[in-house]
């Protein structure tokens, strides 16, 4: 079955953890945390200090998306806020090898995420160091930005690399899944689904994400 990652991105930052309560108790079972720097994405959100806060009152997957340049610098402060899964961007981790294995060595699942415009080969070599595969379907920085539907034959070769090879890390997709998507993805090969402003900007988020589970399960 699909699972839901809710982005709080697009939460209430005054009220951050009511919103977490709300997606934790209507069946999410990642919780998506994006982390930007305003150098690799020009934004600027959420550190350590959050997902350490965080960490005492949710026991979804606490799945850290970093979107910082030298991201080797900052993976010990993530792991030891609470984090499950740290996802790191090809375009920049310099040795990317290097700090997959080192999320693994210390019990964490690892990811790595390409942006819209990064082929599939780029992480071919290393798969089987993968616990997910993260597909931007949006440039990233921002929520509530436009699908781009160029990235779903990326979907699709992500799964046949991954199936081709007996592996069995996530395909997480993220940016502009909402309803109207969220098919799309699902059919292409995605297993887990961030979704931003399509579950926080609703006036009723438990029922965003039953909504969304629905939409992905037909
Ligand atoms: C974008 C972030 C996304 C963002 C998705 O850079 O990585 O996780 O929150 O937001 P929506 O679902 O609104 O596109
Ligand atoms: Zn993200």
Redesign the pocket.
């Known amino acids: 079955m699909v699972k839901l990652a809710p982005?709080i991105?697009?939460a209430n930052f005054a009220a951050l953890l009511d919103d977490v309560i709300q997606v934790e108790e209507a069946g999410a079972e990642y919780l998506?945390i994006?982390v930007?720097d305003g150098h690799f994405?020009p934004n600027i959100t959420i550190g350590p200090l959050v997902v350490k806060a965080l960490r005492p009152q949710s026991r979804m997957c606490f799945d850290v998306?970093l979107?910082i340049e030298n991201p080797e610098l900052y993976v010990e402060q993530f792991i030891n806020a609470g984090a499950d899964l740290i996802t790191v961007h090809v375009e920049a981790a310099r040795h990317l090898h290097r700090i997959l294995s080192m999320i693994r060595e210390k019990g964490v699942r690892a990811g790595v995420a390409l942006n819209p415009a990064t082929p599939p080969g780029a992480v071919e070599y290393i798969l089987p160091l993968v616990d997910l595969v993260l597909l931007?379907t949006?440039n990233?920085?921002?929520?509530?930005?436009a699908f781009i539907p160029e990235v779903l034959p990326k979907i699709r070769t992500v799964r046949q690399m991954l199936d081709e090879r007996g592996l069995n890390a996530e395909i997480q997709v993220?940016?502009?899944?909402?309803l109207d998507t969220v098919a799309a993805v699902v059919r292409a090969g995605a297993s887990v689904l961030?979704?931003?402003?399509?579950i926080f900007d609703s006036a009723d988020i438990a029922s965003a994400v039953r909504r969304i589970r629905e939409a992905a399960a037909m």
Do not use: I, K, R, T
Not at 174 to 178: A, E, L, M, S
Not at 194 to 198: E, F, I
């Open positions: 982005s991105l697009s998506h994006d930007m994405v998306h979107m931007m949006v990233p920085g921002f929520g509530g930005q993220d940016g502009g899944v909402n961030v979704a931003g402003s399509a």
